[in-house]
Nanobody, 118 residues
């Protein structure tokens, strides 16, 4: 089992920045492939970014590429999402997730709200 707790959300003006954190426990963090997802009101949850445990390869949704950066600190068991040049359409609840043994997104945090005002 993996427990995930997000933090760092809040209200920011368009063009501003926020850094989300996700503290993980319950399993060796360095072996986890982890990611960020988001869900806006009335929309389905969507992929934002992921980082693989083996080689640190990163992948981003086209909508955030060049603005968001995903990273993980294995010593601190923490995943991050640095969000720059935020837009009102980035407003959503952001979720941290980790893959299980079958490479599916099995573990989820409770989410943190990000609101970008225009």
């Amino acid at each position: 089992q993996v427990q995930l707790v997000e933090s760092g959300g809040g209200l920011v003006q368009a063009g501003g920045s926020l850094k989300l954190s996700c503290a993980a426990s319950g399993r060796t963090f360095s072996t986890l492939t982890m990611g960020w997802f988001r869900q806006a009101p009335g929309k389905e949850r969507e992929f934002v970014a992921r980082i693989t445990w083996m080689n640190g390869f990163r992948r981003y949704a086209d909508s955030v590429k060049g603005r968001f950066t995903i990273s993980k600190d294995n010593a601190k068991n923490t995943l991050y999402l640095q969000m720059n040049s935020l837009k009102p359409e980035d407003t959503a609840v952001y979720y941290c997730s980790a893959q299980g043994d079958r490479n599916t997104w099995d573990y989820w945090g409770q989410g943190t709200q990000v609101t970008v005002s225009s």
